[in-house]
């Protein structure tokens, strides 16, 4: 396992290159369940999870070969249909094959996903999904089985509230999933007759997975709204499709720039993905200038104001965003709040800015109250989860001294190169093996 040590205080400069999403390449490796015809993605990120979907579609028979950023996927054997404990444990997006499975062969084993640190994370609605569909649904030695000889059947899905009660699902606790809606999608594109989705999620990552199944040749009306309807095909095709670009890993680097009162542009992002976070960052002092696919942000305030967010479905203020803006209020003048609304457990990097000399109170589960400080002093710190990890990372580029970031792991599940990244803006980080 392997740490990353940071001497903090270098001001960023230059660009940053922002990679494919891992949201949506993730689902997109899996629509290619979907034909079998081969499906070429351009722009997949270098990342532990994608490694790990891989592991699984090639666990069913499909050829994935990739060449850097392009990666060509063939289903036309596959021979497995269960996706097994050990893969989906580690990532709960392997969670996702179940609506391709099921859509294109009429089967499918998935083990459940279980919990993770962010909270239960259950997959109820993707259960709803397929059981609306047509399939009969068995929960076995903790593996969700699923059969539908004749395949599945277009249906009326709604991830709002509703009165439904199964021994899978309560539809009464419904809200909006990106999973779910991705699962949805890719289930019905080749179901019997029409489906409509009521309350499905916008994330700009479900928009690229429902254009690259149009590609495919689906036909899907509504992309972009919470309303989708779609009519079944009998196949699909092959295709060729860029994965769009990581809005989480832009802001990122967004709130890099600002925490190190540099200047960075980042390239190959267009602004409206995350336009919320650039306005937040507006909002605290921050200088952003936009151009059609690139992002130039640089912070001559200091220290800056502080802010009020709470996390909503897109397009408001992203979950995924919210650990790495508190690093940036723990050094603003005066009182900021951040409410997270997504998961129930996602404040485990408070305790670790904490340690470095961070003051955030939790007001209540779901609200931390910061107090900015003067300054950050470098710390050993603990890695917890994806986007935790990168707050301690910003923390660590502007604090006074070294920090170790421990675990990092759950970094390289998400960031692509993020080391090379930095150096190559000027930052004094480096990665080691952890007994170094
Ligand atoms: C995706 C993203 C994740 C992001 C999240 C919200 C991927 C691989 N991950 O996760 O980075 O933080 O969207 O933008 O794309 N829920 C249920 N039952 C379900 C499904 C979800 O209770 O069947 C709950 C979850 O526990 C969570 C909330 O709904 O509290 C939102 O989850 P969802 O939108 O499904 O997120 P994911 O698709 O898992």
């Known amino acids: 396992m392997d740490k990353i040590e940071i001497v903090g205080g270098q001001k960023l400069q230059g660009s940053i290159r922002i990679s494919g999403a891992k949201n949506a390449a993730l689902p997109l490796m899996a629509c290619a ?3 079998a015809e081969p499906v070429v993605l351009q722009d997949v990120p270098e990342l532990a999870d994608i490694r790990t979907m891989q592991k699984v579609l090639e666990h069913f028979g499909m050829k994935i070969t990739r060449n850097g950023t392009t990666m060509t996927l063939q289903a036309d054997n596959i021979t497995q249909f269960e996706a097994p404990y050990e893969l989906v444990s580690t990532m709960r997006a392997s969670f996702w094959v179940l609506g391709p499975l099921v859509g294109r062969f009429g089967q499918a084993r998935v083990s459940m996903p279980g919990g993770c640190a962010i909270g239960v994370r259950a997959v109820d609605r993707h259960l709803y999904v397929v059981h609306q569909l047509g399939a009969n649904i068995d929960m076995v030695g903790g593996y969700v089985e699923c059969q539908a000889k004749d395949g599945l059947k277009g249906a009326h899905l709604s991830f709002g509230p509703g009165t439904l009660v199964t021994p899978f699902y309560d539809t009464s606790t419904f809200k909006p999933s990106v999973g779910a809606t991705m699962n949805a999608l890719m289930a019905s594109v080749l ?11 916008i994330e700009p990552e479900v ?7 149009v590609s495919m040749g689906a036909k899907i009306s509504g992309i972009g709204t919470p ?3 779609i009519e079944g095909v009998e196949r699909l095709h092959g295709t060729t499709y860029a994965v769009i670009s990581d809005r989480v890993e832009a802001a990122t680097y967004a709130i890099a720039a600002a925490i190190t009162q540099g200047q960075l542009t ?5 602004a409206e993905l995350l336009q919320n976070v650039l306005d937040v960052l507006t909002s605290a002092g921050v200088n952003i200038q936009t151009a059609q696919d690139s992002i130039t942000v640089s912070n001559n305030i200091w220290p800056l104001k502080p802010v009020r967010v709470t996390t909503k479905e897109y397009p408001g203020f992203p979950t995924d965003d919210q650990a790495q803006l508190m690093a940036l209020m723990t050094l603003a003048a005066g009182e ?3 409410t997270e609304t997504i998961y129930e457990n996602r404040f485990m990097h408070v305790p670790e ?3 470095m000399g961070a003051h955030i109170q939790l007001k209540d589960k779901n609200t931390a109250v ?4 003067d300054h950050l002093i470098g710390a050993p710190v603990m890695a917890s989860d994806l986007r935790a990890s990168a707050a301690l990372i910003l923390a660590g580029l502007a604090a006074q001294g070294t920090t170790t970031v421990h675990r990092v792991y759950h970094l390289d599940r998400g960031y692509d190169n993020l080391v090379g990244k930095l150096q190559a803006c000027g930052a004094n980080i480096k990665r080691l093996p952890e007994n170094n």
């Open 33 to 35: 369940l979907l034909t």
């Open 191 to 201: 179901a019997k007759g029409r489906t409509a989705i009521d309350y499905a999620a």
């Open 207 to 213: 928009t690229d997975l429902a254009n690259c199944l």
């Open 227 to 229: 309303h989708l309807v």
């Open 266 to 270: 980042l390239t190959n992002i267009k």
């Open 336 to 338: 900021s709040s951040v």
């Open 353 to 355: 800015l904490a340690r």
């Open 370 to 373: 910061v107090k900015g400080v």
